[in-house]
């Protein structure tokens, strides 16, 4: 399996920023794409952004522009670059990798925008 470990998370002021990374280890080579989920209060999981192997990036409407994920395939990371964050960011991320047999998920998190 992989295992992986996110950071990054706290607590920032609306228009603030910050980075979360997620360090994956273990059958490293049987990771295709990577990327985060959320979930935020009073919402469903939602899929935040998502990168292939190759560098192709997704993005849910609400963060396009304000977001970037990218890897380093070297060291088996991923990150989100989180920018101009807004109270609706507010919520717990998590990071997965889909892998041959599935996905593996991360514990999550904590982003908080208050002012």
């Known amino acids: 399996q992989v295992q992986l470990v996110e950071s990054g998370g706290g607590l920032v002021q609306p228009g603030g920023s910050l980075r979360l990374s997620c360090a994956a280890s273990g059958s490293i080579f049987e990771i295709n794409t990577m990327g985060w989920y959320r979930q935020v209060p009073e919402k469903e999981r939602e899929l935040v952004a998502h990168?292939?192997?190759?560098?192709?990036?997704t993005y849910v409407d609400s963060v396009k522009v304000r977001f970037t994920i990218s890897r380093d395939n070297a060291k088996n990371t991923v990150y989100l670059q989180m920018n101009n964050l807004k109270f609706a960011d507010t919520g717990v991320y998590y990071c997965?990798?889909?892998?041959?047999?599935?996905?593996?998920w991360g514990k999550g998190t904590l982003v908080t925008v208050s002012s």
């Open positions: 997965f990798v889909n892998v041959i047999r599935g996905t593996q």
């Open positions: 990168i292939t192997r190759g560098g192709t990036t």
